[in-house]
């Protein structure tokens, strides 16, 4: 198991462009979250998914950001029409949940993303 | 709604002194706390946790914490600090309405280990 993958480590797009970032998750977790961190802060949370299904959703997540978990195992989110606020390091987790336990918590390296 | 604390943004320490990270949360409802560690330019590591039992948790590379339910703080402490655990430290909180759902982080500790 080499835990959670984020790709790409780094991406700097240009104002208006839209970007894509993949999770893989822990092969035997049932449950991804993704999380933005801006400088200086510590992370936030935007959704998170249990299976394919998407359970919650932050308000920090405005219309221009989708997330998809589409056969329960990688995700992706996406951010369209990029602004320079959306710059920030997107941080994606996993875990394994069952009932009212949850295990295994484990956070990717991150995707860092800068808009200009 | 939960929220975390933590009022020192920056600590700087020599190497071998001991250190204390402060971490005090809000909570209406039972919690689950976790301290968080970030080297730079990487993800972020469990370092320990609180979920029930002993209120004094201990991680393996020496570091402790202590709940206090009073006080609603869990304060990160290490009596002798290295060079290498100059890094960003987030304390954050689970549970209540948000078990097994989500974590609300701290704005972190930055803190700075000098030779």
């Known amino acids: 198991d080499t835990g959670v993958s984020q790709d790409p480590r780094h991406k700097i797009t240009k104002r208006g462009q839209n970007v894509t970032f993949r999770c893989d998750p822990i092969?035997?977790?049932?449950?991804l979250y993704w999380y933005r961190q801006t400088l200086g802060q510590g992370p936030e949370f935007l959704t998170y998914f249990q299976n394919e299904a998407q359970l919650e959703k932050s308000r920090l997540l405005s219309d221009r950001f989708s997330a998809e978990r589409p056969k329960g195992s990688f995700s992706t989110l996406e951010i369209q029409r990029t602004e320079q606020g959306d710059s920030a390091m997107y941080l994606c987790?996993?875990?394994?949940?069952?009932?009212?336990?949850?295990?295994?918590?484990?956070f990717g390296s991150g995707t860092r993303l800068t808009v200009v | 709604a939960q929220s975390v604390t933590q009022l020192d943004s920056q600590v700087p320490v020599f190497e071998e002194a001991p250190v204390e990270l402060r971490c005090n949360y809000s909570?209406?409802?039972?919690?689950?706390l976790f301290w968080y560690v970030q080297y730079p330019n990487q993800g972020l590591q469990l370092l320990l946790k609180y979920l029930s039992g002993s209120t004094l948790v201990e991680s393996i590379n020496g570091f402790e914490a202590e709940f206090n339910k009073s006080q609603t703080s869990f304060h990160l402490r290490k009596p002798s600090v290295h060079i290498s655990d100059t890094a960003e430290y987030f304390c954050a909180v689970s549970g209540g309405d948000n078990y097994g759902q989500n974590f609300v982080f701290g704005p972190g500790t930055r803190l700075s280990v000098l030779p």
């Open positions: 909570s209406s409802v039972s919690v689950y």
């Open positions: 092969s035997e977790h049932n449950r």
């Open positions: 987790a996993s875990s394994s949940y069952s009932g009212s336990s949850n295990y295994g918590y484990t």
